[in-house]
């Protein structure tokens, strides 16, 4: 079965509590995955909370850090000290790929070395050939299909044959990372996703839409695939 992870993109400390125990209290998502969006109004044009709000409010579920942030570094160290599931960080950060020292690697050692799952996420224009010297090393590639930073914006298309791409580099390089989807996911797309070979998708808006029934909206997006 497809696995849907629900993405939690929050501003304010009111909204990230209220979103987060509407996932505790729901039947789908109370014993899983959330996916949390940190964002630092630099690497995207929009600010999240900190991790200090999310240590506020301690929950059973498995974390994944999505950090949309030109340096990330020390926001990573935080996570390891909050005990996150899996860190997931942009191949485009400044000073990811710049000067004598690879902080991609380093980084990746770092969470290898917590036991957190590590990541790199791919924004819509960027070539996947950035990432192919780190399919050794990462636990998941997250293929971005919307511009980092704002939920609610339309899938785009590209991306469908950018997951196909990867899935044939993984196969070809019998490489064992997953890959997972990240925007714009909806019950009009979700089988044309899946069908692409992605392992699992983030989910933001189309789950808290509506009267927030995230339970209702979810059976919408599995009965589509």
Known sequence: MMQIIP?????????YREDINKLVLSKSFSEGWVHIDLADNKF???????????QKFPTNLRKEAHLMMKHPMQTIYK????QFNRVIIHIESDNMR????DYIRDELWDLEEAQIESGLAIKPGTSLSWLEPYFNEVDVVLIMSIEPGFQGQPFIDDSLGKVKQLVKMRSNGNYQFKIGVDGGVKDKNVKQIADAGADYLVVGSYLFQG?????????????AL
């Open 211 to 223: 009267d927030g029934d995230i339970d209702k909206n979810l059976e919408k997006l599995r009965k």
């Open 79 to 82: 996570l390891i000290n909050l």
């Open 44 to 54: 995207v044009q929009n600010q999240t909370i900190d991790p200090e709000i999310i």
């Open 7 to 15: 993405a939690v993109l929050a501003t304010s400390e009111q909204q």
């Open 98 to 101: 710049s000067g004598p020292v």
